[in-house]
């Protein structure tokens, strides 16, 4: 069973950072290569969405909403994903959810971890 290890989250004030980290069971990883890890988020009343996706090959993409304040990047050997958010806004608080899609179409999400930015 492949399992995700989310951490990073917290409290933290407007226009600061936090650094969330995703970890994927190796055992899985070893046989079946992780295609793309994503990040999403999904605040109090709103659907989830998508923050910012990494390919296995290195080209990234983000949302316009944090586009220019976070950077995704990942550590294949560790088979762990970073999000980098920086100048952090009250807009951003929700909770972060880590998803892999594997080359088979396989796909599994973290538990999620919490962030709330305070103005």
């Known amino acids: 069973q492949v399992q995700l290890v989310e951490s990073g989250g917290g409290l933290v004030q407007a226009g600061g950072s936090l650094r969330l980290s995703c970890v994927v069971s190796?055992?899985?990883?070893?046989?079946?290569?992780?295609?793309?890890y994503r990040w999403f988020r999904q605040a109090p009343g709103k659907q989830r969405e998508g923050v910012a996706t990494?390919?296995?090959?290195?080209?990234?993409t983000y949302a316009d909403s944090v586009k220019g304040r976070c950077t995704i990047s990942r550590d294949n050997e560790k088979n762990t994903v970073f999000l980098q958010m920086d100048a952090l806004e009250p807009e951003d608080t929700a909770v972060y959810y880590c998803?892999?899609?594997?080359?088979?179409?396989?796909?599994?999400w973290g538990q999620g971890t919490q962030v709330t930015v305070t103005s």
């Open positions: 998803n892999v899609v594997f080359f088979s179409g396989d796909a599994y």
């Open positions: 190796e055992s899985t990883v070893s046989t079946h290569p992780i295609a793309w």
């Open positions: 990494i390919s296995r090959g290195g080209p990234t």
